[in-house]
């Protein structure tokens, strides 16, 4: 990772892709770095020479020498598999790039810990072509990194500078990702994953880094002709879902939408794509509210091409909760979406934020009062989940925080909660449920995998029962909310909570998810 100051290149441009992955997702595709080792090779062409690993598949290199450039999709809570890598690149000839979650949400650590390492920030295609083409020039990088678009990078003066940001342009994105782990993931149970658009509709949530992430960008699509070639291609390599990952699928053309519907259907009736393959997908209640103007039977439409429901941030069900999100949307039409995908038969896969910095008790009850009405306490999703704020966000900004008190690991900052109460109850939770967290979410991820409908009974049998086991243990985190709130309210110590029924006291909690471990591993 020394300065970087070869002349112009008449060999092959050698570069190493590696993705770190993420200890908590699975057998997921590494989408990102195939899509850039994509971008690399339409722009490039035969100057280049790409490799990809995958750290989930093939580990951590042992030894990363020979290359030009390596450059690292760097996630959180990766079990330091990002610094591990880097370490081996300091003191060698490659020029050191990463991008990804890392060092979009903070490039100042990464910077502060290596000083010749260039930061990609949101999206990588128009920063490593332009990389690659100041080292195909024969210019030294280091003189050049403020021309470069999106990165953030360590001045000769101890700065750490960012660059003008610019969006993709994904209209004139032709090309498919290259598909090197597909087959590997599908046979482990994992999910082929595909994105049809960038950015959200809204882009205004106060918690949310999309806005940080894609430079202002709102809402781009991809050319419809390249998705349907894409999904054409992972059906052939097996695929019988398809996770999109677009941040919100469903996004405000509703022309579009119709023609994607109409597309899969007959891709679907010619027998180019299997009939039975399905599709997750993100959107938001706003989305899906002012489409359905446009667009009166797009559920039942889309559950008829393979939607079998949708992750949605709900986030909350209090008024003055989602106006300090700056959701857009109020509780009622919470409550309408997630009735409207009741009606359809489809699933909710719930975002929610339970709790923030400046919650009060009324909004709690108010919390506790939508879930028990609209009934998503019924859920494999988590509900009782805290905010996590982080760095580039209008929520981090209004509350004044220290950035530079992030935790390294988490990339989130720490707060304190403006009602003791609160806090207390988020930290009783915390405790009682912190040793199956990580169980339930691998168990949530590899849920969402299934296909439901290539199932035997046998398999179906044991697919439900791992279900109901987690919707069990998220019922006792919201049951341990409700009991603890209601003891507040009547003036009770929460360490003596008493629960009428049962005449258990709320430490009680910690038996049953004892017994909630036992049925996970049985």
Not at 423 to 451: P, T, Y
Request: hydrophobic share 35%; charged share 30%; glycine share 8%.
């Amino acid at each position: 990772m020394n300065n970087h100051k070869n002349n112009c290149y008449e060999k092959l441009l050698k570069i190493l892709l590696i993705d770190c992955g993420h200890v908590k997702y699975g057998w997921n595709e590494p989408l990102g770095i195939e899509v850039l080792s994509a971008s690399i090779k339409n722009k490039f062409d035969d100057r280049v020479e790409v490799e990809m690993t995958s750290v989930l598949f093939d580990g951590i290199p042992r030894e990363i020498v020979g290359y030009d450039v390596v450059m690292i999709s760097g996630n959180i809570q990766d079990n330091d598999r990002m610094h591990q890598i880097l370490s081996q690149i300091v003191d060698t000839d490659s020029l050191a790039v990463v991008g990804g979650v890392y060092p979009t949400i903070s490039a100042e650590i990464l910077l502060k810990k290596y000083n010749d390492l260039i930061c990609v920030i949101g999206e990588g295609e128009i920063a490593t072509n332009q990389i690659l083409s100041v080292l195909m020039d024969g210019k030294d990088i280091r003189k050049e990194l403020e021309s470069i678009k999106n990165i953030a990078y360590l001045s000769p003066e101890g700065m750490i500078k960012y660059t003008e940001r610019e969006s993709l342009d994904l209209s004139d994105v032709h090309y498919l990702p290259e598909r090197k782990y597909t087959k590997n993931i599908l046979e482990r149970g994992g999910l082929a994953r595909a994105e049809t658009s960038r950015g959200c509709g809204w882009n205004k949530c106060s918690f949310c880094i999309l806005l940080w992430k894609y430079g202002g960008a709102k809402w781009r699509t991809y050319p419809l002709g390249k998705v349907f070639k894409e999904i054409v291609e992972l059906s052939k390599l097996g695929a019988r879902k398809i996770e999109f990952t677009d941040e919100d699928f469903i996004g405000n053309d509703a022309d579009r939408l119709s023609s994607f519907i109409k597309g899969i259907k007959q891709l679907k009736e010619s027998g180019e794509i299997s009939g039975d393959l399905e599709f997750l997908a993100s959107t938001g209640v706003l989305s899906i509210w002012n489409i359905l103007k446009l667009l009166p039977d797009l559920l039942p439409d889309l559950k008829s091409i393979g939607f079998g429901g949708f992750f949605i941030g709900i986030e909350s069900g209090s008024k003055m909760q989602l106006q300090r999100y700056n959701k857009g949307v109020t509780p009622e039409m919470n409550r309408r979406v997630i009735e409207m995908l009741k009606d359809n038969d489809m699933l909710l896969d719930c975002g929610f934020i339970f709790f923030d910095p400046k919650m009060t008790l009324e909004e709690v009850k108010e919390n506790m009062d939508f879930i028990e009405k609209t009934g998503i306490g019924d859920t494999t999703a988590r509900l009782a989940k805290t905010l996590r704020i982080i760095p580039h966000t209008e929520y981090c900004e209004n509350m004044g925080l220290d950035e530079t008190a992030i935790n390294e690991d988490s990339l989130s900052i720490p707060y304190k909660f403006d009602d003791e109460r609160i806090e207390k109850i988020v930290n009783d939770i915390d405790r009682e449920f912190k040793d199956v967290l990580d169980d339930m979410h691998e168990i949530q991820s590899s849920i969402r995998a299934e296909n439901v409908s290539q199932m035997n009974d046998k398999e179906k049998e044991n697919y439900l029962k791992k279900q109901d086991d987690l919707k069990k243990q998220r019922k006792r985190e919201i049951e341990m909310i409700k009991t603890m709130a209601e003891a507040i309210d009547n003036d009770q110590h929460t360490n003596d909570i008493v629960d009428s029924e049962s005449g258990g006291k709320v430490t009680d909690f910690a038996g049953e998810r004892d017994n909630a471990e036992r049925e996970f591993n049985s």
